[in-house]
């Protein structure tokens, strides 16, 4: 596709519930990156990826929080044993190495009930 | 002290106006600095990007950074309702793309445009 696509858009999880959320960046883009956005606020910066090698996980909040991209192209973060606080818009950006301003898709809401 | 701050508003303004966004920081570090437009529900779209001091004009849209003074600033000129959204800087240390610099974000200007 065109664009930066992530999946589910909307996720209701009960407390407790793993989730997986899944990133389709822009075909060739090695750089990839997660963000988690809490309402009224901006993103926050989760991990990073160039290609398949996670080089920064310093944002990750707590070891319930997982992310992976294999292949170097699809990315899933997996936040296990949700939590109320973990309720936020899940951002993923992607851009051309060498490039610092990535382009995001529309996010995944995830409510934690 | 958070590292990037904005005014979260909201800033209402007359169609036509010329409207004025700033964000200040405190890491002497950042060298690229972006403005982001986000509509409600949807992700951030990049507007601008600089390096390091000075201007640079995109249409109605003037980005300025003031390094001495850790100030940003983003200038639409003769504004438009569409206009209205949220509106993000974030800034980084390096091209995220040669290392793993993640961009640290303000926390967004709500804008109103009114018709």
């Known amino acids: 596709g065109a664009g930066v696509s992530q999946s589910p858009r909307y996720k209701v999880a009960k407390r407790g519930q793993d989730v997986a959320l899944r990133c389709d960046p822009i075909?060739?883009?090695?750089?990839l990156f997660w963000y988690q956005q809490a309402l009224g606020q901006g993103p926050e910066f989760l991990t990073y990826?160039?290609?398949?090698?996670?080089?920064?996980k310093s944002g990750l909040p707590s070891d319930r929080f997982f992310a992976e991209r294999p292949e170097g192209s699809v990315s899933t973060l997996k936040i296990q044993r949700t939590q109320q606080e973990d309720s936020a818009v899940y951002l993923c950006?992607?851009?051309?190495?060498?490039?610092?301003?990535?382009?995001f898709g529309e996010g995944s809401w995830l409510t934690v009930v | 002290q958070k590292e990037v701050e904005q005014d979260p508003g909201p800033l209402s303004v007359p169609e036509g106006a010329i409207v004025s966004l700033n964000c200040t920081y405190s890491?002497?570090?950042?060298?690229?600095f972006m403005w982001y437009r986000q509509y409600s529900r949807k992700g951030p779209e990049l507007l601008m990007y600089?390096?390091?001091?000075g201007n640079k004009e995109d249409g109605r849209f003037t980005a300025q950074v003031d390094k001495s003074s850790k100030y940003i600033s983003l200038f639409i000129r003769d504004s438009q309702p569409s206009d209205s959204a949220t509106y993000l800087c974030?800034?980084?240390?390096?091209?995220?793309?040669?290392?793993?610099?993640?961009?640290?974000f303000g926390k967004g200007t709500h804008l109103i445009i009114q018709p």
């Open positions: 990826f160039q290609n398949e090698a996670q080089l920064d």
């Open positions: 890491n002497s570090a950042f060298q690229y």
């Open positions: 950006a992607s851009s051309l190495l060498k490039e610092g301003a990535g382009y």
């Open positions: 600089t390096y390091s001091s």
């Open positions: 974030a800034m980084s240390p390096s091209y995220s793309g040669g290392g793993a610099d993640g961009l640290t």
């Open positions: 075909s060739g883009h090695v750089s």
